[in-house]
């Protein structure tokens, strides 16, 4: 068969926490998942389908969204009157199709809304990592200023994580590698010799490949 003839993508269902509504989302079939390579940021670069575009999900009835690990988790009922206003003030564009094959645009708009809900959630670790991808998915539309735009969103929300937010340790050396990377994006090249050098000296025993990332960035920064 014509590689173009598979099936690339599926429909998954959900329940929607915040209103209880089946949403239904477009998946990419894991085996149809082929990197290329790596930015020098991390960001994967496919061949083919993208699964970038469907990792956040959204309600079609009620805009709530979050990324598809997280998604049917219960939302605390102390966040859900900020949730109410979030939503009582969107204005979503009424032909934007969530659960449809998304384009970047549509991709985007869905992180986009992930980052107010994880916001009035006091999840601001999720908010910095949705506006890192936000950025990525400017770059792949060659759109360098709201990459750049996004890009210093998510190093401020990272800052806000790193100082304000429990962190274990299998995610620290992610959050510590964008500090420094994205520190160094932005020419705080003394912030981002401070952050490099605390993931390798704290997690230098580790196989995480930030690690290995941040080791390599960090000996072509620290001269």
């Known amino acids: 068969m014509d590689q173009t003839q598979v099936p690339q993508l599926w429909d998954k269902k959900y329940?929607?926490?915040a209103c209880g509504s089946?949403?239904?989302t477009k998946k990419v079939i894991t085996d149809r998942v082929r990197v290329k390579n790596y930015d020098p940021d991390m960001k994967p670069n496919?061949?083919?389908i993208n699964p970038?575009?469907?990792?956040?999900?959204t309600c079609e009835n009620c805009h709530y969204s979050a990324l598809e690990s997280d998604f049917e988790n219960n939302i605390s009922p102390i966040y859900m009157e900020e949730i109410r206003k979030i939503q009582n003030?969107?204005?979503v564009p009424k032909d934007v199709q969530f659960s449809k094959e998304r384009d970047h645009r549509t991709a985007i708009l869905s992180c986009a809304l992930g980052t107010l809900f994880y916001k009035a959630k006091k999840q601001i670790c999720r908010v910095a990592e949705l506006y890192l991808r936000i950025g990525w998915l400017y770059r792949e539309l060659s759109d360098s200023e709201n990459e750049l735009k996004a890009l210093a969103k998510a190093l401020a929300s990272f800052e806000e994580c790193f100082m304000h937010s429990y962190i274990d340790?299998?995610?620290e050396p992610m959050i510590l590698f964008y500090l420094g990377e994205l520190s160094a994006r932005f020419g705080k090249m003394e912030e981002a010799r401070k952050w490099f050098s605390m993931l390798v000296t704290k997690y230098k025993n580790?196989?995480?490949?930030?690690?290995k990332a941040g080791r390599d960035r960090w000996q072509e920064i620290k001269g």
């Open 206 to 211: 580790s196989n995480s490949f930030y690690v």
């Open 52 to 57: 970038m575009l469907y990792s956040v999900v």
């Open 22 to 24: 089946i949403v239904t």
């Open 169 to 171: 340790t299998e995610k």
């Open 15 to 17: 329940t929607c926490p």
């Open 46 to 48: 496919y061949e083919g």
């Open 89 to 91: 003030e969107l204005k």
